[in-house]
T-cell receptor, first 117, second 111 residues
Framework: DTGVSQNPRHKITKRGQNVTFRCDPISEHNRLYWYRQTLGQGPEFLTYFQNEAQLEKSRLLSDRFSAERPKGSFSTLEIQRTEQGDSAMYLC???????????????FGPGTRLTVT | DAKTTQPNSMESNEEEPVHLPCNHSTISGTDYIHWYRQLPSQGPEYVIHGLTSNVNNRMASLAIAEDRKSSTLILHRATLRDAAVYYCILSSNSGYSTLTFGKGTMLLVSP
């Protein structure tokens, strides 16, 4: 299966530490999205890339958050100086944008669950 | 993006049809209606989408009201594997931009 993969699946860290998550999208998908989901809520958009370019960032993405997609393939999401409020599931999704009126469903990974103690 | 309203939860029995409603009274003429679902401990997955006409695929059917202010996701025969949170989402494009999820409807399926 060559779906979206995310690593690690779980991360426990202490407040103030930095963490980095990785997302490997479906091969050849040019769009990659990051979402965050807290308990009982739907996913909230954080940011997305088209190839290596970061095209949009949510106001939820504070200065402590940074995302990269250096070669237009995998992406990393780093959180610096973690806070307890950062505890959530971080979801990655990818899609293939080719134009011509096609529909572009997003394929989601299983997520990385972050717990900040 | 326009807002959607869904019931918090619904219950169904296995092998019965399920109709999941979604109200979107402020929908604009170019908004697509997307449905995603999230099984326990998994990321969301695409179910179906539509613009104006009713749609069918192997997973479900989407019935869109004539005025487009509401839609209904139809699962023809619910199985235990269909127990999930179902999200109705509007976006002003065919899915390539970001998705704005609400809280969705939690579907419980009993054997």
């Amino acid at each position: 299966d060559t779906g979206v993969s995310q690593n690690p699946r779980h991360k426990i860290t202490k407040r103030g530490q930095n963490v980095t998550f990785r997302c490997d999208p479906i091969s050849e998908h040019n769009r990659l999205y990051w979402y965050r989901q807290t308990l009982g809520q739907g996913p909230e958009f954080l940011t997305y890339f088209q190839n290596e370019a970061q095209l949009e960032k949510s106001r939820l993405l504070s200065d402590r958050f940074s995302a990269e997609r250096p070669k237009g393939s995998f992406s990393t999401l780093e959180i610096q100086r973690t806070e307890q409020g950062d505890s959530a599931m971080y979801l990655c999704a990818s899609s293939l944008l080719i134009g011509g009126g096609a529909y572009y469903e997003q394929y989601f990974g299983p997520g990385t669950r972050l717990t900040v103690t | 993006d326009a807002k959607t309203t869904q019931p918090n939860s619904m219950e169904s029995n296995e092998e019965e049809p399920v109709h999941l409603p979604c109200n979107h009274s402020t929908i604009s003429g170019t908004d697509y209606i997307h449905w995603y679902r999230q099984l326990p401990s998994q990321g969301p997955e695409y179910v179906i989408h539509g613009l104006t006409s009713n749609v069918n695929n192997r997973m479900a059917s989407l019935a869109i009201a004539e005025d487009r202010k509401s839609s209904t996701l139809i699962l023809h025969r619910a199985t235990l594997r269909d127990a999930a949170v179902y999200y109705c989402i509007l976006s002003s494009n065919s899915g390539y931009s970001t998705l704005t999820f609400g809280k969705g409807t939690m579907l419980l399926v009993s054997p």
